[in-house]
């Protein structure tokens, strides 16, 4: 696409009156209605901007660039809540993080696997490479949310300093070494399958390094504009929340399914496109970074601020984890989907949203 095609595109306007709705708006109130009519055209943007990226680049490293930038945005959204919360705050990363990994193995795997069978009847992936990502959760979110009610050292659903400091760490390399198996020794373990990277548009011609360049500029614009619209609407969201005699959790759900837009959208899009593998390596990918990249965060954050947090789900939130992944495993542990998957994964999505709301 030329330059100044790209440049007279509606794609760099979204962003635009996002950042200038920011600017302007201090001192003034805004309605939340315009704030998410703008928010959801950044995040269509977003996703314009990361499929010219990623195929500018090339599978894998398409889909973790976007899973990565959405996930330190996302943390530097926690992180600031966090800091300006007074009830809530100590529970607010867990529950986020723990809606975003419900969000996306159950909501967004579920919606790709049905939309793609539905268009495609049956569609193939590398199992190699799905598998290893599973490995890598099911340690990583267990570690996180379970274990901390299982420690004596500190009372409650917490680690103590010593504990979180070292699970921190450990999260971290163990994120470290998926992205450098995902994007260096193992990466043909995550592309597609070679009946489905026929597909022409895996082969059309891929842009400049001028508009990919252009493009990924507009891409950190379009992401830092969604996660700060979103932040003006977490207070008008917990305000609605607490209005209507919902749980705390729910704002973590509201943020999370916010922030994870962009990622589903084009995740959805690649599976309508038979391109199931990239819709695994954006969700299983983010999820990942969710939990490797924003525990290390907010421990630090808790570590240095003093700052207390409580990291342990509840016997409900347990349950249902250990269902997803249980889940997870199996359906994806042969190479193909069909409709079973799919549906499956959106009913345990929608008992999770409503034994949120209805504990």
């Not at 993080?97 to 790709?112: K, P, R, S, T, Y």
Request: hydrophobic share 55%; net charge neutral.
């Amino acid at each position: 696409m030329p330059m100044m095609r790209i440049l007279h595109h509606w794609t760099w306007a979204a962003p635009a009156a996002a950042w200038l709705l920011l600017l302007t708006s201090k001192g003034i109130t805004i309605s939340p209605l315009i704030l998410a009519t703008v928010l959801i055209l950044t995040v269509l943007a977003a996703v314009h901007h990361a499929e010219v990226v990623a195929h500018r680049v090339g599978e894998p490293f398409g889909t973790f660039l976007l899973a990565v930038a959405v996930t330190i945005i996302e943390l530097g959204l926690i992180l600031t809540l966090m800091s300006a919360a007074s009830e809530g705050g100590a529970t607010l990363a867990r529950d986020t993080v723990f809606a975003a990994v419900m969000i996306i193995l159950n909501g967004l795997l579920g919606i790709c696997i049905l939309v793609g069978a539905i268009k495609h009847r049956e569609q193939a992936f590398q199992q190699t490479g799905v598998s290893a990502s599973l490995a890598a959760l099911c340690a990583l979110t267990v570690l996180t949310l379970v274990l901390p009610n299982f420690t004596v050292t500190n009372p409650g659903p917490g680690y103590s300093p010593e504990q979180l400091g070292f699970v921190a760490v450990v999260s971290f390399l163990l994120y470290a070494t998926f992205v450098a198996v995902q994007t260096v020794r193992h990466r043909d373990y995550f592309l597609p399958p070679r009946a489905a990277a026929l597909d022409a548009d895996v082969h059309a011609d891929p842009p400049s390094d001028r508009t990919a360049l252009f493009s990924a500029v507009l891409l950190l614009a379009c992401l830092g504009g969604v996660v700060l619209l979103a932040k003006s609407l977490a207070y008008p969201i917990e305000k609605w929340v607490l209005a209507v005699g919902a749980p705390q959790a729910v704002v973590g759900v509201i943020i999370a399914a916010l922030v994870l837009l962009p990622e589903s959208i084009a995740a959805v899009r690649a599976a309508l496109a038979n391109r199931l593998q990239t819709s695994l390596n954006l969700g299983l990918g983010s999820a990942l970074a969710t939990i490797g990249l924003t525990i290390p965060g907010v421990a630090a954050l808790s570590l240095f601020a003093d700052m207390p947090i409580s990291l342990g789900l509840g016997p409900k939130g347990i349950v249902l984890l250990f269902l997803t992944l249980i889940v997870s495993t199996l359906s994806l542990a042969t190479g193909r989907t069909t409709i079973l998957q799919g549906v499956v994964h959106l009913v345990i999505l929608g008992v999770y949203l409503f034994t949120t709301i209805i504990p």
